[in-house]
């Protein structure tokens, strides 16, 4: 057999967590795990019991909130969808909630969050990018953070993990769709067993960027509670986009408003030609921030790929020369070169460039450059001024366009939308879904119809390779481990 490492290194790059080998296969590297016909990298195996160690603690039914008229009157905006979530959240251990745009998942972080801050409980906020944490942080008025900040992580691991975790009662997680087993485990080391945990997130986006299906895995599982939110609450602006999500989700496209059409929230610009598609979207990424009185950061482009003439790189080449002209050398950056006032996109996690570190994902703008040197000033989504070397400049990509994948955890004002036959294989249906929900107020979608009706007809499965399930329901029977948890009523 080929390097077995290298093969399982791939799968991972998939999505995967293992590989299938003859059975009876050894291999003498020892960073790789081999049971049966199952062989992972001993670190993700080692992840996926970690998560399943720690979501199949027997809470006993018992419930944080106890369902009764005078408690159902305190709780009256709830919808009876969301007070029934809020009521089976337990006193210890995990609870999901999951739901598409427009069913009140924010509504039930912020009630959630007070309801337990009633009754004395420490409560976190956290998410896995930024600017989900600052969105959690605004509709709470409390501070949230990244997961990478909240487990405080240097290059040696997190600070927080089962030897001290953060001492709280209650962490919420906001776009945990976009976990993975590596930083899902992390989480559940970092967090007292005692504590409740709240995943919060929409089972029909993408799955994470790397292995594992976390989110998905524990809601197939069992002995996790799910409620899921179906109601849809948004009305006039982003209706529509909820309407739209929804009807992706059952393999159909609605009827489209073209621009000019006067209302709708989703608007489709049929392009004959890529040259005429990349028209477009100068046209209007240009002049949508002040037809919509919106800030320029608010608009951005997404497409299903990095490269190709409608892929992220050549469009952010693109939408720099037209949203922001200059005679200007710039500074070399990851892509390309950035100059005062380009909008950019830290690539890699950096826990040296700042006290509170700055990590994969977070977005912000150049403040200013030094050509000489090679180095630039970025003001970060969070207000944070960020000095990068020429060697940390290399960390950044320009940030006017984005991947489907780099917009996950996102919420734009809006959202344009490039889809193009040439974007092939990568057309699904959930990555579509998981672009038009992005949008909170206009999604706009430039390009082929034809592509956008082959990507929501293919329903691709996203179920990958995981062994997440399997240790859940290993573990979730009458184990002597059960009964030595800790267990501290919240």
Known sequence: MADLYSIILQAERQGDTYVEVPLGHQDPDERICIEGTLASKRDTLAAELAIANHVTVDDSQARAFQSSPAHRKTYSTLSDEQYEAMTQIPQIGTYIITGGPGSGKTYMVNSIAQAFRKLGKRVVLAAPTGRAAQRMGQVCNMEASTIHRLLRWTKDGFLHNEYDPVPADVFIIDEASMLDVHLGAALVKGIPRYAVLVLVGDKDQLPSVGPGRVFADLIESGPVGVSYLTRIFRQGEGSGISKLAADINQGTVSVLSLPGDGNGDVVMLPAATQAEALVHVLHYASRLPAQLKVRPDSVVVIAPTNVGPLGVVKLNIALQQKLNPST?????????????????????????????????????????VNEAVGGLVVRLWDGRIISYSPHNA????????????????????CVILVVDDSHGPLLTRNLIYTAVTRAKRLLL??????????????????????????KMSTLNQDLPWHTTVPHKPV
């Open 445 to 470: 979608i430039i390009g082929s119809t034809h592509a956008l009706q082959i990507a929501v007809r293919n329903n691709a499965s996203n179920l990958r390779a995981t062994r997440l399930k399997e």
């Open 394 to 413: 290399r960390q950044l990509s320009l940030a006017f366009a984005m991947s489907v994948h780099r917009a996950q955890g996102l919420e734009m004002e």
């Open 328 to 368: 200007a050398a710039g500074v070399s950056i990851h892509d390309g070169v950035a100059r005062k006032g380009d909008m950019v996109c830290q690539r890699v996690n950096n826990y040296m460039i700042d006290t509170k570190g700055v990590f994969n994902g977070d977005m912000g703008t150049v403040e200013s």
